[in-house]
């Protein structure tokens, strides 16, 4: 886009909300409704002040933005945008359908592709960093000429680079084991703005409401407690309930940096993308239909409660909540660019991913841990523990052995509940948009059944460990426990069940890592605790009342358990990270 004073390339500037000429530093407002001709003259003048044909416009250059957004809708929290609901009601149930607006303009852009992943983004320029903001390759991306759909609405963004940067150090500084790469200021250099498309739902809530309120006071000595059974009518309007559009845009990223103020929406112009990059939805808006409808409901609760300060208490009667008759036509539905500043690291075969509000400056970061601070100072903090146990002069071997078989036991639990968690968050369970692109069939309805096994498996686990720590604290607190303990010696007794214990907690666990595609690195610790419990029993047994033995057995054990410990840390760091994305993009239905 050309300067409409001299020709120069213009490039929108968050600090004022202007576009600014590099050349003759002119500045202008991108709302201007005499902007858009002004540019139009300009791209066929001469650049950079050479004498034209004809004569160009002048524009008086503007130094502050001036606030007229386009859309003026309530802000909504949307951390709470995920609650489920029945699907929302169709048009047929609105009223008569008004006039379709007009079709929305075609913008020519430059298509960037990621050879490594697919992603893609748009821009208005010829040249772009040789990096994929997607899994972080350092590759040429390959680009062509294409044509974009305008969204309706965009915020523009209000955070410039330097501001995104310093947002950014921030929030790393306060993580010691953080990589040193991530605090390093040419990594922060790669900082990129990208527009990200997000779905914008309208929600209209009439009809028949009922609602159960209770009133709690004192009469005397007595606490009366009255509960009401309430029948009214609602008529609510939600403006501006937005979810993201891309399924490469994690879910549980675009929650933390929410919520966009919807209030400083402005009327799509192509200005906005001068010097940043957009992305395009690749999926259906009615992904998120639900969620708004769910939303639209529940907070419909949460404003009655306030309206009625009599009830203690505000709580939808059975079966209510989701009768509550909810009105949204397609043209209630429409898209819009949020800003984000975006920046990938990448590290081995997995990627962590720095995000920024564009808007407010709200920071969501993945920060991998660096091993090797995390064990110097694991190491450092195990120097003192270590000396005040030598000095008790009561700890006994025995003593040592059973606080080591707790810890391996712990371990083996960590590990199970690590790689479960691990398991899900790289299968992005809870990431509708990604579910819907590239997700297995049936995995909604599987959901509830393996929260529930995993449910059981956790209740079965902590059982384990209560009944070995019991049994490590009060051996004869049974009869049971203190005849077997008596018969084969209680340290035996006591390493066997933790044996027994670990290996069904790692076999577990190593069946549970099957899709992940470093299980052999993570579960390699959990391995070598197995057979370091085993010898360490085997050992005890062997060498009944020999303190050397028992010494032996702990230091099998402990090393075990230190090993446990750095796959634990494995599994934390893909918690961290991503997995490399391999995308197939396709534009969603609003687009």
Excluded at 160 to 185: G, I, Q, R
Excluded at 554 to 562: K, Y
Aim: glycine fraction near 6%; hydrophobic fraction near 40%.
């Amino acid at each position: 886009m050309k300067c409409p004073s001299c020709g120069g390339e213009l490039r929108f500037e968050p600090s004022n909300g202007m576009l600014q000429c590099s050349y003759c530093a002119s500045s202008f407002d991108p709302g201007d409704p005499a902007f858009a001709a002004l540019v139009q003259s300009a791209e066929e003048q001469p650049a950079f002040g050479q004498e034209a044909a004809g004569q160009v416009p002048q524009m008086q250059p503007q130094s502050q933005v001036q606030d007229q957004p386009q859309a003026q809708v309530p802000v909504q929290d949307q951390s709470q945008m995920q609650a489920q609901s029945q699907a929302v009601s169709n048009s047929d149930q609105t009223k008569p359908q008004e006039e379709e607006s007009e079709p929305r303009q075609e913008l020519d852009m430059v298509l960037y592709t990621c050879p490594n992943c697919g992603g893609t983004l748009y821009s208005v320029e010829e040249s772009i960093n040789a990096f994929c903001s997607f899994c972080g390759s350092q590759v040429m991306l390959q680009s062509r000429f294409a044509k974009m759909k305008a969204p309706a609405a965009v915020i523009p963004f209000q955070i410039d680079k330097e501001k995104c940067k310093s947002l950014f150090s921030e929030k790393v500084k306060k993580a010691f084991f953080a990589p040193k790469e991530l605090k390093d200021p040419g990594c922060l250099d790669n900082f990129r703005g990208i527009y990200m498309p997000y779905y914008i739902y309208n929600i209209r809530c009439q009809g028949p409401f009922q609602f159960s309120g209770k009133r709690v006071y004192m009469t005397g000595d007595y606490e009366i407690t009255e509960t009401y059974n309430c029948v009214s009518t609602i008529d609510a309007h939600y403006f501006g309930l937005s979810y993201d559009g891309s399924a490469a845009f994690d879910d549980s990223i675009s929650e933390v940096i929410a919520p966009y103020d919807t209030k400083k929406m402005y009327k799509f112009n192509p200005a906005y993308l001068t010097g940043f990059y957009a992305d395009m939805a690749d999926i259906p808006s009615s992904v998120y239909v639900n969620d708004a409808g769910g939303f639209a409901r529940e907070s419909i609760y949460n404003v009655i409660d306030k309206m009625v300060p009599e009830f203690s208490a505000i709580t939808p009667l059975p079966g209510t909540k989701e009768s509550i008759p909810l009105y949204m036509r397609e043209k209630d539905i429409d898209t819009a660019f949020f800003p984000v500043w975006f920046l990938s690291y990448k590290n081995k075969n997995r990627v962590a991913y720095a995000v920024v509000n564009g808007q407010t400056g709200k920071v969501s970061c993945d920060l991998p841990v660096d091993k090797f601070k995390f064990l110097l100072f694991a190491f450092l903090l195990a120097i003192p523990i270590y000396l005040v146990m030598m000095i008790i002069p009561t700890f006994m071997p025995q003593t040592m052995l059973g606080i080591i078989q707790v810890l391996g036991i712990i371990g083996a639990i960590m590990t199970l509940i690590m790689v479960n968690k691990a398991v899900d968050s790289d299968q992005k369970k809870e990431d509708k948009g990604f579910q819907y692109k590239y997700g297995v069939p049936g995995n909604v309805s599987k959901k509830k059944k393996t929260t529930d096994k995993k449910n059981t498996i956790m209740k079965v686990v902590i059982g384990v460990f209560i009944a070995f720590v019991v049994i490590q604290i009060c051996p004869f607190v049974f009869d049971i426990f203190g005849d077997i303990a008596r018969l084969l010696g209680f340290n035996i007794f006591a390493g066997s069940v933790q044996t027994v214990a670990i290996f069904v907690l790692i076999i577990n666990a190593i069946s549970k890592a099957k899709p992940l595609k470093n299980k052999t690195v993570m579960i390699a610790g959990g391995i070598l605790l197995c057979v370091a419990s085993l010898i360490g029993t085997v050992l005890t047994a062997a060498g009944a009342a020999n303190d050397m033995f028992y010494y032996t057995a702990a230091a099998l054990i402990g090393t075990g358990v230190v090993l446990n410990f750095i796959g634990i840390l494995d599994i934390f760091e893909v918690l961290l990270t991503r997995p490399l994305p391999q995308l197939n993009r396709e534009g969603g239905e609003m687009w």
